[in-house]
C-alpha cells in the first residue's frame, strides 16, 4: 500500500523567512496530493492541494510543487508568520481507488517573531 | 461556509463499553470517512464510505468497528468494545459529487479510555 514520508518533523524560521517542507510517496498511481494545517486541538485544514497533471501550483504566500518521476512533492511558504506556526501534514491518494488519504508523520513548524 | 460537525466533542468512556461517535457531513457531499490521530502522531485512515456501503477499510478497522448512515444527514462510528488503545481523536471528513474533490474535516471527537 502507499506510504508516505515527510520531512523535517520540526522546523524553525524567523519570521519572514521561508519555509520548505517534503513528502515522498510510494505508490506511482497516487493521483493527488494535498496538505493540511493542523494548529493545536483543531481539525486539519486543507490550505493547498495538487493533482498529478499539474508540477506546481501557488495561492498567495503558499505553494506546492509534485516532481512525479521522483515521486516527491513540496510545501514552500514564504514571508513566514507567526500565525504560520502549526503542525503541517502531508497525504497522497489515489482518487481513482477510493480516496483514503494516506498521511505523512507532520511537521511542527515554528515561526519566531 | 458549510462544515462537517461531529458530536460529541469529548467522549470518556470505560474500557469494554460500546461508543457511537456522530457526524453531520456537508449536505451535498456523497463520500465520507472516518481517521483516528493518536496523540502527538499522524492522522490514520480507518473508512471510506460511499453509497450506503463500506468502499476501503484499514487495518484497523477490525470487528470491533461499524459504520452506518442511519438516515440522510447523520454518519456514525461505533465502536463495540472499546479498549485502552482506542483513545485517540477521531475525525470525520466528507467530500462531494466526486472523488477528485477535497476531502474536509470536522472538528474531531476526542475519545478517552479508562
Known amino acids: 500500500g502507499e506510504n508516505v514520508e515527510q520531512h523535517p518533523s520540526t522546523l524553525s524560521v524567523q519570521e519572514g523567512d521561508s519555509a520548505v517542507i517534503k513528502c515522498t510517496y510510494s505508490d506511482s498511481a497516487s493521483n493527488y496530493f494535498p496538505w493540511y494545517k493542523q494548529e493545536l486541538g483543531k481539525r486539519p485544514q486543507l490550505i493547498i492541494d495538487i493533482r498529478s497533471n499539474v508540477g506546481e501550483k501557488k495561492d498567495q504566500r503558499i505553494a506546492v510543487t509534485l516532481n512525479k518521476t521522483a515521486k516527491h512533492f513540496s510545501l514552500h511558504i514564504t514571508e513566514t508568520q507567526p500565525e504560520d506556526s502549526a503542525v503541517y501534514f502531508c497525504a497522497a491518494s489515489n482518487y481513482n481507488q477510493g480516496g483514503k488519504l494516506i498521511f505523512g508523520q507532520g511537521t511542527e513548524l515554528s515561526v519566531k517573531p | 461556509e458549510p462544515e462537517v460537525t461531529q458530536t460529541p466533542s469529548h467522549q470518556v468512556t470505560q474500557m469494554g463499553q460500546e461508543v457511537i461517535l456522530r457526524c453531520v457531513p456537508i449536505?451535498?457531499?456523497?463520500?465520507f470517512y472516518w481517521y483516528r490521530q493518536i496523540l502527538g502522531q499522524k492522522v490514520e485512515f480507518l473508512v471510506s464510505?460511499?453509497?450506503?456501503?463500506?468502499?476501503?477499510k484499514s487495518e484497523i478497522f477490525d470487528d470491533q468497528f461499524s459504520v452506518e448512515r442511519p438516515d440522510g444527514s447523520n454518519f456514525t462510528l461505533k465502536i463495540r468494545s472499546t479498549k485502552l488503545e482506542d483513545s485517540a481523536m477521531y475525525f470525520c471528513a466528507s467530500s462531494g459529487q466526486h472523488l477528485n474533490q477535497p476531502q474536509h474535516f470536522g472538528d474531531g471527537t476526542r475519545l478517552s479510555i479508562l
Open positions: 449536505s451535498n457531499h456523497l463520500y
Open positions: 464510505f460511499y453509497n450506503n456501503e463500506i468502499s476501503e
